[in-house]
Each structure stands twice: as C-alpha cells, then as structure tokens.
C-alpha cells in the first residue's frame, strides 16, 4: 500500500449553491475534555485577522469537565454541539459536518491555534488548485521546531519499525524517512500521500464524491483513511507550508507501554488495513470458503463428540437394559460410516453453500435438524441391512440427537463470532449500489444505517459518466459511473455490486457482468421482476430458448391440507398447554372488570371472508402485566381459538382490518390465498429489513414461497422474540 493512487484528473469548479451566500469555511473542532486548549484554540481563531468568510463550530463528546460550560460562556458566537456519549472522533466530525454550510470544511484539533493568515493561505490554495481534495497546514510544535505532519503511507517495514523496539536499532532506515518525509524541506507545497488530522482542509465538493469520515474509526487513522479516499477518488492531497499553525501534539498513543490510546491506535490500525488491505480483500472475497471449511470442521466435531457422548450415555444406563455394551472399537466402521453420511448429507440441503452467512439461530437450527433427522434415519436403516447385530439402536438414536445438539451450538458460536466481529466493524461486506435514483439512494441509506448487516458502503455508481452536482445533491457519495465499474471494484475494494436502478437495460447490466466475470464479486439486482419470481420459479431450456417456468402456488392444494394439519396438532397442545393460565386469568378478570376477558375484533382472513378474532380485551392505560404479556407474545394465546376454528394458522400473513384489506394492491391480495397467522414472516423480521408498506410486500412473499420448513424457522425466531420480551402487539384491538 505504499505510495499513493494513479495520478488524479482535473476537477472543475462549481459554482456554490445558494447564488454564492455560502461560508468560504466551515471550521469543525471537537473537544474531549479539553477545556483549556480549546479556550487557547478559540481564541486564536477570534483574534485570527483573516478575511475569508467562516464559521465554527464544536463537537463536545461529553466531556466531564467545563468544556461545554466554557464555550457557552467565553465564545457565545460558536456553534455548540452536545454529544450524550463519547461517540469517538469521526462520528463527532460528521456531526459538525452534517450542520456545516462552507465550501470548504477545516477540522481542527482543540490544542491547535491558528497563526494570522493561515485560514487565507488554506482557502487560496484550495480555490488556485481545483485538482486538490484536501490539504494540511504546516504545523509548529510549542519549542518552535518543525512538527513532521505530512507522511507517507504505512508499509509493513514503516510499521515494524514504528511500533517495536527495531526502530531504535535502525533510526536512519530508509522506510521511516520515506514515512516521516524526512529528505522533504517542508518550504514548498507538494503532493503528499497523507496529513495529519490535527488539521485538514477539505473541499465539500471533494467529500461528497468520496464521502465523509469513516466512523468505524473511533480515534486514529480516520485521517490516513480520508486521504488514501481522497487519492483513490481521484483528488490529490498536499502539504501546504504557507499555512502555519501551533500544535501542541502529544502522541498519546506513542507512550511506554499498554495504554487505552495505544489500544485504540492499534484496533484503528486493524481497521485501516482490514478495509484497504490486498491479501484481506483478497481473503474476504472467499470468505465462503473459510466459512464452509469452518462448518466442515463443526459437523466433524459434532459427530465424533456426540457419538463418544452418546456411547458414555448408553454405558450409563448398562445396569438398566439387558442387551450387552459391546467396545467402542465394534464401532470403528459406523462411525466413519457415519461422518460420511453426516457430511454427504448436509451438503445435500445446502448446509456448505457458504451463502447464508447472514440467517438467524433459529434458521440454522432448522436446517441443522431436518438435515440430521434424514441422516439418523440412514443410520438407523443401516443397522438394520448390516449383518452386523451388535450395533446398539438406543446408543444410534440418541447420538444423532447428541449430533443436532452440538452442531446447532457449534455452528451458532461460528456465527456469534462473525456477528460481534461486524459489531466491532470488521469483516464487513464493501457494496456499491449502481444508480442515482430515488431506489438506489433509499437502499443505500438504508444500507449505511444498518451496520449490523455487516455492510461497508462504498457509495453509489451513477448510470452515466458523473458529474459534482450530481454528487453533491446526494447524501451518499457517488464514487464512479457504469463504465469504470469494472475499475472500481478493484480500486473501492469492492465484494458485492447492487443494481438499484430499473430504467438499466438489460444489455448494459449483461455487459458488466462479462467484464467483471473475473472480479469473484456477488452482484445482486432489484427489479420489477421480482414480483413475478418465487423461489418455486426456475431458468429451464425450452425448444432451444431459455425461458423462466413457474410453479404451482406453494399453498394451494395438498400443501394447504399439511399445514392444516400441523395448525391443528399444534394449536391443540399449545391450549391444553396453556388452559390452566388461561383459566386463572379468566377468574381474576371476572373479579375485576365486569367486559370480561376477551374481546373479538372484525378481521378478514382467507379468500377474504370476515371473521371475529379473539383477543385479550384492551384496558387504558395499559398496566405494566399488560405490558409484560404483550412483549412476551402471551397476548396472542387467545388466538389459538381462531387456529382451531380455521380462521387462522399458527405462522401466516397479518391479520388486516376491514379497512385494511380494502387498501390492499392486487399483489398483495396474494396474502388472501392463506390463513392470517398468529405470528409470520413481516412480524420476525428485523428493524434493518422492516419495509415502508408495514410488512405486506413480506406477507406476500411468505405466501407465494410457503414450507413447513420455513414455518418452524418463523416460530423459533417468534420464540426467541418473545423469550427475550420483543415481541410486539400489531393491533390494538377493541
């Protein structure tokens, strides 16, 4: 990663939006329990004679001293922002940086102070040098000596030197002068790699092609990876000396030994080279392969730890049955037999795809059973076909449960530890979304406020050839057009493209994907087709034509009368289950209110025919039981009623009033073909996947791809919901 990008374009200037009313400057500090330097800082920049038009502007990140307090009180005319935590310095920038109205956007640290004419020289050289997307000032430390504040970019040899004891066997190495710019006089301005944060003047037409700080970085190379954007996006960076402020510069994180400044540099560093690095790019785009070698290594330690438990479990209960135990050398056989059907068949449901890094514990419980019950049950049949009669039934029964059990928890532990490595933000999925129109950037913004899904946006791919008003006017940053996609995926680090723009023609979406063959990026597209697609929807050779075949609906027929069935035999156990609470609520409400219990409520349910829907009779204001019931989803008991009259199902679409349904487009009157449902598809998705329609687009999706597999997934997932009291009512009923 030495050196910097290819060689920047031209950018030509625009005119300022607002007829020219605009700040030349937008100044950003923020302060962390830095009373006394920020005072200094101030000051300065109140005494700074300078004649460009600016504003400034604090981010406090909760300090615990005066810091607040002093800047209300000494400096009325700055503009004061209050964090309620210490959100870290990238995200405070950006805060300042949403309310800023310059042109240019100076950040500053606190314990910097502006020299006269500095703020002039920052701004002049900007305006004389369109091609610029950032530049640093020349900074002074308190002795009056030169501050080396323009550097490089990191090597491995500039890091082992930098941060082991190597550096002070080899002070004069050829790659610390290089990082340091030692052989550089600091008189004239130049092209630099890299300027440190203490004080960076960014140019807003620049930020908005290549974006704001990135607020993975909670201190430290927030400023190295701006610059390496900026190189990267086509601005060059440069260390201009005519520019001369103070730093009272500390390197907290260069003190002797463990401290939380050092941590905080080394986990930045991490993320720095995790985002940027070649050979971990390289590695995160195969990251199925680690993952299904993970899930490989998993199911092999499930079904040799669980036959061993299994066989402890049988030789436990020897003085209770009356068939001898025979070694565990008779089994040497059944159990290679039995990992080479365990793997064989797991592959066979897709358990190795390495495509559903993403799916909940429940969903991998799921798949992770009904995989081993097939496998038990060809082990089990093969006790029978083998001459061999010593196998013991009970110990082979009992090992493939033991199986489920610790492959479910193994595998979920692979899974918690992807998810809190995306919940530190590492490992995350770099995306870039085609397309400028109102689609494009709701997915993208969508995308970049849910980081729990583990994406790192890059920002958006216009249609055609980009232009800065069009970058400026989007929140998200537009880093290239069509036609350098196939560029952009190495140059952005991309892993997975998203065409987000239906006015895309077929043609330039097939022309991408064969030039990117080679690129091993996943591409995704949204569509109008989807509509039309199901998962029992399939590409098929018809008459030497390609052409798409749809399946019967997955609920009409034969497949209705099964879920029929399980409704029944489940919603039975659930009220016998449940009856005796049932009954003493019953009692307790007829003590106290004289309504009574429950109350039914008009809904509209299968092929659109009313029906009177049991619920727990509404009381204002809800009581805290109330409140309780209604988070752990025992609300929906009485629900139950409806399954077992055949209103309703225990998984389905929503329950709609009259009102409801009437509003409802004729695609998602699909969710009529179905029984509501006590719980369902849009009522266990997450907030990240919540739709602007309330969930009827997942209702209906749920409906044309309905499985009882996928049934059981949605229970356990309510389950967990309503465990963990998130389970929320979706009617207020009367």
């Not at 500090?29 to 400034?56: F, K, M, Q, W």
Request: glycine share 8%; aromatic share 8%; hydrophobic share 45%.
């Amino acid at each position: 990663m030495a050196g910097v990008a290819p060689e920047a374009r031209a950018h030509p200037q625009k005119e300022v939006a607002g007829g020219g009313t605009e700040l030349d400057l937008s100044i950003i500090i923020v302060g962390y329990n830095s009373a006394e330097p920020l005072a200094a800082c101030l000051r300065s920049l109140a005494e700074c004679p300078d004649t460009v038009s600016r504003e400034v502007l604090v981010v406090d990140n909760a300090s615990s001293d005066d810091t607040s307090l002093m800047v209300k009180r000494e400096f009325p005319w700055v503009e004061l922002y209050q964090n309620a935590a210490n959100v870290g310095l990238s995200r405070a920038v950006n805060r300042g940086i949403r309310a800023s109205r310059g042109r240019h956007i100076l950040v500053l640290n606190p314990d910097i102070e502006a020299r006269s004419g500095s703020l002039d020289a920052l701004v002049a050289f900007m305006d004389a040098t369109p091609e610029a997307g950032l530049v640093g000032a020349k900074l002074i430390n308190t002795d009056g000596t030169l501050q080396l504040s323009c550097r490089g970019f990191y090597t491995f040899w500039t890091l082992l030197l930098r941060r082991t004891f190597l550096g002070k066997l080899f002070r004069n190495s050829g790659a610390i002068r290089r990082h340091l710019m030692l052989d550089y006089d600091h008189e004239t301005a130049r092209k630099v790699d890299w300027v440190l944060g203490a004080c960076m003047l960014v140019r807003r037409a620049a930020m908005a092609d290549v974006g704001a700080m990135d607020e993975r970085y909670f201190l430290y190379f927030e400023d190295v990876d701006w610059c390496y954007r900026m190189w990267r996006g086509g601005w060059t960076v440069w260390y201009v000396p005519d520019s001369v402020m103070d730093h009272r510069h500390a390197r907290g994180s260069a003190r002797p030994g463990l401290n939380k400044l050092l941590i905080a540099h080394l986990i930045s560093l991490l993320h720095f080279y995790e985002k940027w690095g070649g050979v971990i790019y390289r590695m995160k785009k195969h990251r199925r392969i680690l993952l299904t070698t993970l899930s490989l290594l998993a199911d092999l330690v499930a079904v040799n730890a669980g036959f061993i438990l299994a066989y402890a479990l049988r030789s436990s209960l020897r003085g209770f049955l009356t068939k001898p135990l025979f070694g565990l050398g008779v089994y040497d056989t059944f159990i290679i037999f039995a990992n080479i059907v365990f793997v064989l068949v797991f592959a066979f449901f897709g358990l190795y795809s390495g495509r559903r890094d993403r799916e909940s514990g429940a969903d991998i419980a799921v798949r992770v059973g009904r995989a081993a019950v097939v496998a038990g049950v060809v082990l089990m049949a093969s006790t029978f076909l083998t001459s061999t009669t010593v196998y013991s039934r009970l110990l082979v029964g009992a090992f493939c449960v033991i199986v489920v059990v610790l492959d479910v928890a193994l595998r979920g532990i692979i899974r918690w530890i992807q998810n809190q490595a995306r919940a530190g933000r590492f490992d995350l999925t770099r995306v870039a979304v085609v397309g400028t129109g109102s689609t494009a950037t709701l997915l993208a913004e969508r995308i970049a406020a849910a980081p729990e899904l583990g994406y790192d946006l890059a920002g958006l791919v216009s249609e055609r050839p980009r232009d800065s008003e069009t970058s400026e006017r989007l929140a998200v940053p537009v880093i290239g057009h069509l036609e350098e996609l196939p560029a952009l995926i190495e140059r952005q680090r991309l892993e997975e493209v998203i065409f987000a723009e239906p006015e895309l023609s077929s043609t330039e979406i097939a022309d991408f994907l064969i030039r990117a063959r080679r690129s091993t990026v996943d591409v995704k597209m949204v569509s109008d087709l989807t509509n039309l697609l199901t998962q029992r929807a399939r590409v098929e050779e018809f008459l030497d034509v390609p052409i798409v075949a749809f399946e019967r609906e997955a609920l009409l027929g034969a497949q209705a009368g099964v879920k029929r069935a399980v409704d029944l035999v489940g919603a039975g156990a659930l009220l016998i289950i449940s009856s005796p609470v049932l009954a003493v609520a019953a009692l307790v409400a007829a003590a106290s209110t004289p309504r009574g219990l429950f109350s039914r409520g008009e809904r509209v349910g299968l092929a659109e025919h009313s029906f009177g829907k049991w619920s727990l009779r509404e009381h204002e204001p809800p009581s805290a039981l109330r409140r309780y019931v209604e988070r752990h989803g025992l609300s929906r008991v009485p629900e139950l009623l409806n399954v077992v009259a055949g209103d309703m199902s225990l998984v389905g679409p929503a329950p709609l009033t009259t009102a409801e349904a009437a509003g409802c487009s004729a695609r998602e009157r699909v969710r009529f073909d179905a029984r509501p449902g006590i719980t369902g598809l849009a009522q266990v998705a997450s907030a990240a996947h919540a739709v602007r329609d309330g969930g009827r687009a997942l209702d209906a999706y749920y409906v044309q791809n309905w499985s009882l597999g996928g049934d059981l997934r949605i229970i356990m997932r309510w389950w967990l919901l309503c465990v963990g009291g998130r389970c929320a009512p979706r009617h207020r009923d009367v």
